[in-house]
């Protein structure tokens, strides 16, 4: 079975500060990985994902996240937070050996931007 | 534009009572999923369709029921509510089965069981 886990609930970080919304996963074979943003009261919104090539994915927002395999990780990163960036974030995973395709979301990491 | 809607946006019931969640999408994707939201649990899959007439149960079925008679919509049902039911309910559609696709979320509807 396939798990994603995000170990902080919250994560609190000064405007201008550098941000990181840790993620790691567990699944049997290639992961696909996802990040996804949620602002209050409105739906989630595709924010990168990691499938193949360079460890290093870029995204909406200036947000980036590094894909780790050695780690199993799938940190979501921003080198200078906006107050604006304050929502919910969601981590989800997909393997390739997956026969119905299916994402696995993450339990959701709160982080809030302090002017 | 294209779009993903989902009414009603907010929604009271009561325990035992049927409802129906309304799930539409102007992207004319094949695939349509519905999650629930909660706190601490993230986001559970609770049905998914690969087209018309095709539908396939997710990790959280019980209670739940779709159907997917065109390509635009997947209303989800509650059979007999139950105050377990309340919850945060997203739709999503994605355009092809495979690894990298992405899925695209509608705005949710909060459902309160009383």
């Known amino acids: 079975a396939q798990s994603v886990a995000q170990p902080e609930d919250q994560v609190n970080v000064a405007e201008g500060n550098p941000l990181t919304v840790k993620c790691t996963y567990s699944v049997s074979g290639n992961p696909y990985l996802f990040w996804y943003v949620q602002y209050p009261n409105r739906g989630l919104q595709f924010l990168l994902k990691?499938?193949?090539?360079?460890?290093l994915v870029k995204g909406s927002y200036g947000f980036e996240a590094e894909f780790n395999k050695s780690q199993t990780s799938f940190h979501l990163k921003k080198p200078s937070a906006l107050v604006s960036d304050s929502a919910l974030y969601f981590c989800a995973v997909r393997a390739n050996n997956n026969a119905g395709n299916m994402l696995t979301f993450g339990g959701g990491t709160r982080l809030m931007v302090k002017p | 534009d294209a779009e993903i809607t989902q009414s009603p946006r907010h929604k009271i019931t009561e325990t035992g009572r049927q409802v129906t969640l309304a799930c539409h999408q102007t992207?004319?994707?094949?695939?349509m999923f519905w999650y629930r939201q909660d706190l601490g649990h993230g986001l559970r899959l609770i049905h998914y369709s690969y087209g018309v007439q095709d539908t396939n149960k997710g990790e959280v079925s019980d209670g739940y029921s779709v159907s997917r008679s065109n390509t635009e919509d997947l209303p989800l049902t509650l059979e007999s509510a139950a105050s377990s039911q309340t919850s945060v309910y997203f739709c999503?559609?994605?355009?092809?089965?495979?690894?990298?696709?992405?899925?695209?979320f509608g705005p949710g509807t909060r459902l309160l069981v009383l």
């Open positions: 992207w004319n994707h094949n695939n």
């Open positions: 999503a559609s994605s355009a092809y089965v495979g690894v990298g696709e992405t899925q695209y």
């Open positions: 990691y499938i193949t090539g360079d460890n």
